[in-house]
């Protein structure tokens, strides 16, 4: 116990007189959640749109004045008139404006006529994001168009009621379970394996084996301290994190425990992860060299900063086995939802299930000799 | 010409018949793949003496040091350090040892007391004694007004010196120092070996130590092995060491002009036993009356109406020894086969 414990002391001691580390940890995924979660967040704002209108008739002055409402209250986009349709096109294709709303010829007879009217929008859909938009705005703008002035006393239509279960989430709350998890992951990758393999080529772990130290003693001291480090730094991101997101569900006590045993599962989930890839590595090249690699391949599958459904099949065969896929779907469970333990309770299973099992195929592979 | 190349390699038996053995090294073999770094080697090591090791690179004496601290498995052979077998009790051994790896591995994020004490931790000392260990041990390495002192901020003989201290903080019988003086500069080096010697004296501890310095070996050293190729090529205290060199002076001579006749005119006067190029004009004659050889030099000169620019008469020294049984090849090529096997480990 005294060796284990020596092993625990000696690589606390060094985390906190080198904070670097530390700060290193959690440094990309603050920077990530601030940057991401704001420009990934918020609503298209200012867009410019073309219009060209043909008809001039006084429906097309009613397509003018909804544009101005857009524009004046939640200024997604704002109109300038063009007088042809090439040049509105050109301009569309050149990055000018934005998208381009051509109102043809005779558009006010055909919707008083009931024939068909129609209006053009022609978007730059290399930007799917913003076309995406645009056409998502000006399709209600069309259907609030399609109204009868006078509503039907009987309607007949079928009509989607949406039900939000929990308040309107902001991209950085949702990128936040992500965040977290991503810093536990560079802090076992820096404070785990980097340290582990420079040590071992300094010639540190010389020094262990040629004391009475046992296999056992000395990889559940690694593993410890490792484990440690990254629930220090699974900690801070979840209360610097969640202050930044404006997410008040770390005040409950409750969930601060289920939080806590979410990065604790977490960060022996990692720890076993990396010390059974690193536990025969002697070149401190190689996990440097690995950190990026992993890092993709384990983090952007999780679902962390889009939904796992919305992967091809392939990706998803490694979310199922990815770590990172449960701690997130825990921490959102609880930071997004306070769904309480029954929300997390598989989560937590795989994470401790993947960490002991992870460490218990190293060990054996772990040699007490050079 | 290579001396060692004419020379016998048959070590020289050990002197005295020892009491009793703290370190027993019975015909030891480690084997990589099909490169044999170390080939049967024997030896003892008496209580409180100190044993050097010594080799040029790749000779094999850190895989011998490594075998015996229970480092590296032994492929054949059996080594016994204070009578526990290493491949059979390897943590009675541990026990046994303090190691001094040739690198500085000490935390430098750590302070000096830091570092003794997550060490005498690791050999599971007690409470108790722990602080008491770390005071004597700092008081014997001459750290005590550093003890608070992060190790970063010690110099390079000083950190050798903590390293030092480590090895001892949990009071072991047997001492393993690889290259303890490597990297240090020459006080430094002087300072360290005072301290060995008095470490011995105060706690009659048995030292085995592989070194590159012949001074080192010279001083310390109560016997000392020559292990080139992984065999022992000779064995012996410094003095029968160098008395086993045929020639007991060496007489160095530096002619005004090169000639391709010098080499046989010096082996052909009487007394030289060899004779080496050092570069042009320079020979190193070794023979066994100095001063007779000096006269024959200058009566040799004179005759022949050549100059002699410089000539000093040397007793043999270990450098002598060293390379009359390992021979004067260098051994890059063999450093980079041993790199190339599984284990990266110095030979």
């Known amino acids: 116990m005294n060796r284990f414990l020596a092993i625990v002391e000696r690589e606390m001691r060094k985390f906190f007189r080198s904070p670097m580390l530390m700060i290193m940890s959690m440094m990309l995924p603050l920077v990530q959640l601030l940057v991401l979660g704001h420009a990934y967040g918020g609503h298209i704002q200012g867009a410019k749109i073309a219009v060209v209108d043909q008809d001039r008739g006084p429906q097309a002055v009613k397509v003018h004045e909804a544009f101005d409402s857009v524009a004046v209250n939640i200024a997604t986009f704002t109109t300038i008139p063009y007088t042809d349709e090439y040049t509105a096109r050109e301009d569309v294709r050149t990055g000018k404006v934005d998208a381009a709303v051509i109102i043809p010829p005779q558009y006010s007879r055909r919707v008083y006529a009931n024939d068909a009217p129609r209006i053009a929008l022609v978007v730059d859909n290399s930007d799917q994001v913003m076309s995406g938009a645009l056409e998502g705005e000006m399709q209600s703008l069309v259907d609030a168009l399609n109204q009868p002035v006078i509503p039907d006393r009987v309607v007949k239509q079928v009509a989607l009621q949406i039900v939000e279960l929990y308040p309107y989430v902001e991209y950085m709350k949702y990128l936040l379970a992500g965040s977290i998890t991503l810093a536990m992951y560079i802090s076992v990758m820096i404070g785990g394996g980097m340290l582990y393999i420079d040590d071992k080529a300094r010639g540190v772990h010389e020094g262990y084996l040629v004391t009475p130290i046992s296999k056992l003693e000395l990889v559940m001291g690694l593993n410890f301290a490792g484990a440690i480090k990254a629930v220090l730094a699974g900690i801070c991101l979840t209360a610097i994190g969640s202050l930044m997101a404006g997410l008040g569900i770390i005040f409950n006590p409750l969930a601060d425990l289920y939080l806590l045993l979410l990065i604790l599962g977490t960060s022996i989930a990692f720890n076993g992860m990396m010390f059974l890839m690193m536990v025969r590595v002697d070149d401190p090249l190689v996990p440097r060299a690995m950190f990026g690699v992993l890092n993709t391949l384990l983090f952007f599958p999780s679902g962390a900063i889009s939904p796992v459904s919305a992967f091809p099949k392939w990706l998803q065969c490694i979310a199922v086995v990815d770590p990172f896929t449960y701690a997130v779907h825990g921490l959102k469970s609880i930071l997004l939802k306070d769904g309480g333990f029954v929300s997390i309770q598989w989560d937590l299973l795989y994470l401790f299930v993947f960490g002991f099992g992870t460490l218990l195929i190293a060990t054996p592979l772990f040699k007490r000799t050079l | ?347």
């Not at chain 2, 044999?36 to 094999?60: C, M, Q, S, T």
């Not at chain 2, 090895?167 to 005072?194: C, K, M, Y």
């Open chain 2, 1 to 347: 010409m290579d001396t060692a190349q004419n020379q016998s390699k048959t070590p020289r038996a050990a002197t005295p018949a020892i009491k009793t053995a703290a370190i027993k090294v019975e015909k030891i073999v480690k084997r990589y793949g099909d490169f044999e770094a170390v080939k049967g080697v024997d030896f003892e090591v008496a209580d409180g003496e100190i044993f050097g090791l010594l080799g040029p690179n790749g000779a094999g004496k850190s895989t011998l040091i490594r075998m015996m601290t229970t480092l590296i498995p032994i492929t054949a052979g059996r080594a016994l350090i204070g009578g526990r077998d290493v491949s059979k009790e390897p943590n009675a051994v541990r026990n046994l040892i303090g190691v001094i790896p040739q690198a500085l591995t000490s935390d430098i994020d750590l302070t000096v007391e830091e570092n003794l004490s997550i060490y005498a931790k690791l050999y599971s000392v007690p409470r108790a004694i722990r602080e008491k260990n770390i005071a004597e041990v700092l008081e014997a390495v001459d750290l005590t007004k550093w003890r608070g002192a992060q190790t970063k901020t010690l110099s390079g003989g000083m950190r050798r010196r903590l390293e030092i201290a480590r090895g001892l903080v949990h009071n072991p019988q047997i001492f393993f120092l690889d290259e303890p003086t490597t990297g240090l500069d020459p006080v430094s080096r002087i300072a360290v070996w005072e301290m060995l010697n008095n470490l011995k004296k105060t706690r009659n501890l048995t030292m085995l130590l592989t070194t590159h310095y012949m001074e080192e070996a010279d001083r310390l050293c109560d016997r000392i092995a020559i292990v080139d190729h992984g065999t022992l090529v000779a064995l012996d205290t410094p003095v029968g060491l160098k008395q086993s060199v045929p020639g007991s002076d060496v007489v160095e001579v530096r002619f005004n002009r090169e000639d391709d006749q010098w080499m046989e005119r010096l082996r052909a006067l009487a007394s030289v036993t060899d004779v080496q190029s050092q570069s042009a004009g320079v020979y190193r004659v070794l023979t066994s009356n100095g001063s007779q050889t000096t006269t024959q030099l200058v009566e040799m000169a004179s005759r022949l109406g050549e100059q002699l620019t410089s000539l000093s008469v040397q007793n043999t020294s270990l450098d002598d020894v060293f390379v009359h049984y390992t021979g004067r090849q260098l051994r890059d090529e063999q450093v980079k086969h041993v790199f190339s096997m599984p284990r990266k480990g110095e030979m």
